[in-house]
């Protein structure tokens, strides 16, 4: 059966006092230094709801008698309403066009709303890697998805491949292929990208 361990984390951006520092502080009139202050609602930014709605669940597992040197690992990191817009009280606004019927003369006519820019950004993971001696072959898929009520925006998606090996003194080498589809920002859809990827990495002792 393998072993498997279940993570999970419940997060949301400190405001307390414990976000702020007296030590790096700007000095009056010199904008050279960059001024820590406390974080607050006002700045926006990932995870600053203020509400226990930001979490993350991890599930990985190994040890398998009929597949020795398999593992996986399955991820999903989710974060509230809102938050990915900055200077916008974590809650962004937005402005959308309504088309609409004169009841009197049957002309049409558009109607523009401010609304609530509200989002939930949700990130999966999904990992498989299998060793044989000093070699590996890892494959790897993440899923980007941006659920909102209005200016809905396509979910991307990334495919890799890849196999390593280990080499003297604590390095490590892998190459590999990643086919991706992005959300455009120049046009609406879905773009795609491929790359040719190679890593080489350094364990500690």
């Known amino acids: 059966m393998g072993e498997h361990d279940i993570s999970a984390a419940i997060f949301t ?11 790096t502080r700007r000095r009056c009139c010199d904008e ?7 974080n607050t609602r006002q700045q926006g930014g990932p995870a600053n709801t203020g509400q226990a709605d930001n979490f993350a669940v991890a599930l990985d597992g190994d040890g398998f008698a009929w597949a020795p040197g398999l593992s996986y690992h399955l991820s999903v990191l989710t974060r509230g309403a809102g938050v990915q817009v900055c ?16 009841p009197d003369t049957g002309d049409e ?18 990992g498989l890697q299998h060793r044989i001696g ?18 809905t925006l396509p979910t991307e998606n990334d495919l890799e491949a890849s196999i390593g090996t280990d080499l003297p003194y604590n390095f490590t080498a ?23 990827l190679f890593r080489l990495g350094w364990r500690g002792l």
């Open 32 to 38: 050279r230094y960059e001024r820590f202050n406390r």
């Open 174 to 196: 892998d190459a590999g292929y990643q086919h991706g589809r992005y959300a455009r920002e120049e046009a609406a859809g879905l773009g795609t990208s491929h790359a040719l």
């Open 109 to 126: 006519f558009e109607t523009v709303l401010e609304t609530a820019l509200r989002e939930r950004r949700t990130f999966t993971t999904l």
């Open 134 to 151: 000093e070699w590996r072959g890892t494959v790897a898929w993440q899923r980007d998805q941006r659920k909102r009520r209005v200016e």
């Open 87 to 102: 200077n916008a009280a974590a809650r962004p606004r937005t402005e959308i066009t309504r088309l609409g019927l004169d």
């Open 13 to 23: 951006l400190d405001r307390t006092a414990l976000s702020s520092t007296f030590a």
